[in-house]
């Protein structure tokens, strides 16, 4: 949900870098007044879980609900936490709570460590000593996780023996995927949404194409499309304008706050960076009903913004009028922000992305502005390396393979039990699992054409499409499947009975 890292993030790397990672749910700040109903608890996680040569314990936040649990064991639904608050993560995947009462389960929201309020180091977690961030990694996280469920089991009355199914979307989906191919002896299934697991070795412009694609259907003619390709070299005249006039132009027409006001021309790839992740991420929202995530949007936001870009223009200032217009769908649907702040910091404590994004989440990003609508800008891992170790110091070396060697990448012969579901409308399914395995009880791929960011994992809605409908029913039958054979606990009479019954 990776690399600016995004402007939130505000880091030094080129505006190709500038996806890292935090997508819809990421973003949310978690409520004051939660509509979920849950309790509290801490766990002592072990910092390292690979070498002996720390002892050093954190405590790690997790969310229970027990409302519908079967306590003779029936299954847990647990949340594999990603960047950021749990609480956001728990607020907004209500597919889970959703299902929860038809399945007698126990839901679980682990949150992910160096991020919330699971701090290692304590409330300054930036820090550039390797022995303190170091620790960050997914397969960390994983193993915190693997820890997390077996003291549930042994601690919880009546547990013990209940089948445990992983849920995540986006990096959080990854997690849930990888704990089954990882741990098939703790997890005993994974709904995986919207999870690009493939998507470090995913050309790096087919991200950027898929933005681009949604952009160009949502208007005639790609009308849109060809509109936000045609502002990069309107912004570059414009800011340019003699005595600074264009400057004065683009702070007045973009209502810029004060903080983010431009001085210079070369300011203006602070816009740039800015409106690259914004279009990205209503590609990533294109809920078709209204949401409230960076900010609240309406339905099917990509056609809200369409409908200003797509008008007809003479000139560069009108063309920047659109375009503005279309921003202020984004940033002020509600008319009560005051200005834009193009320096809006992350609000959820998951700016340690950055980190793992310069280590092992290399997702490398491409755009040639032809094929894209974006402006061109090429993947420089040499770049890239300088400014992940200017930013977290010299032992921050990208390693772009890492993640395919720990976990496989597309590879999933071997692996069971697992639903990977992607939305076509969202760019991130460029890195995901888009074909089943085609072995009995192996990977499973389930495609959502209107679907945009793990559309499936939210709670069902008025306005959903049949395609995610008819996707989360697909989930609920694999689920129900994983749970009675999984052989444990009051499944082992359910297995017995059925073997029973077929002698009869």
Not at 60 to 68: A, E, P
Not at 108 to 131: I, T
Not at 204 to 229: E, K, L, M, Q
Not at 398 to 423: E, H, W
Request: net charge negative.
């Amino acid at each position: 949900m990776l690399f600016s890292f995004a402007p939130w993030v505000m880091l030094l790397v080129p505006l190709v870098t500038s996806h890292i990672f935090h997508t819809s749910v990421e973003r949310v700040t978690a409520a004051n007044s939660t509509k979920k109903q849950y309790t509290t608890h801490w766990y002592n996680q072990t910092l390292d879980h690979f070498t002996f040569t720390t002892q050093k314990q954190f405590r790690q936040k997790y969310l229970v609900n027990d409302t519908f649990w079967d306590s003779s064991g029936g299954p847990i639904f647990f949340y594999t936490g990603n960047e950021g608050d749990i609480e956001a993560f728990t607020e907004n995947s209500g597919f889970m709570w959703d299902i929860a009462p038809e399945f007698g389960a126990m839901l679980v929201f682990a949150e992910h460590r160096y991020y919330g309020e699971s701090l290692p180091f304590g409330a300054d977690p930036m820090s550039k000593d390797p022995l303190k961030v170091g620790y960050l990694s997914s397969s960390q996280a994983l193993a915190d996780y693997v820890d997390l469920i077996s003291f549930l089991r042994k601690t919880i009355v009546g547990a013990s023996q209940s089948p445990v199914i992983t849920f995540g979307g986006s990096y959080g989906g990854m997690l849930a995927g990888w704990m089954r191919t990882k741990y098939p002896h703790i997890v005993q299934g994974a709904i995986a949404a919207s999870a690009p697991i493939a998507q470090f070795t995913t050309p790096c412009d087919a991200f950027g194409r898929i933005v681009t694609s949604d952009f160009s259907a949502a208007a005639p003619n790609s009308s849109c499309s060809s509109a936000i390709r045609a502002s990069w070299s309107a912004l570059d005249r414009v800011s340019l304008l003699p005595n600074t006039t264009g400057l004065s132009w683009l702070n007045s027409n973009f209502h810029l706050c004060p903080t983010s006001l431009l001085t210079s021309a070369t300011n203006i790839s602070t816009i740039k960076s800015y409106l690259t992740d914004l279009w990205t991420n209503l590609a990533m929202m294109d809920y078709p009903y209204p949401t409230s995530f960076l900010a609240p949007l309406p339905a099917n936001p990509v056609v809200a913004v369409c409908q200003h870009l797509s008008q007809p223009y003479s000139n560069d200032t009108e063309l920047l009028e659109l375009v503005f217009k279309a921003v202020d769908v984004y940033f002020n649907y509600t008319g009560q922000a005051e200005c834009l702040n193009l320096m809006e910091e992350d609000g959820i404590g998951a700016d340690m992305w950055s980190y793992q994004a310069c280590t092992e989440m290399v997702m490398p990003f491409c755009y040639d502005g032809t094929n894209d609508m974006f402006e061109a800008s090429p993947w420089d891992l040499a770049m890239y390396t300088k400014e992940c170790q200017a930013t977290w110091g010299p032992a921050a070396v990208p390693q772009p393979a890492l993640a395919n060697s720990l976990y496989g990448g597309r590879d999933l012969a071997s692996a069971t039990n697992i639903v990977f579901s992607n939305g076509l409308l969202d760019p991130w399914s460029s890195g995901g699992v888009l074909k089943s395995s085609g072995t009995q009880g192996g990977v499973v791929a389930i495609i959502i054409p209107e679907g945009a960011h793990h559309l499936d994992l939210r709670g069902s809605n008025p306005a959903d499409p049949v395609s995610v409908i008819q996707a989360r029913k697909q989930e609920r039958a694999y689920i129900d499947k994983w749970i009675k054979n999984s052989n444990m606990g009051k499944y082992k009479k359910y297995k017995a009975n059925k073997r029973k019954i077929s002698l009869l």
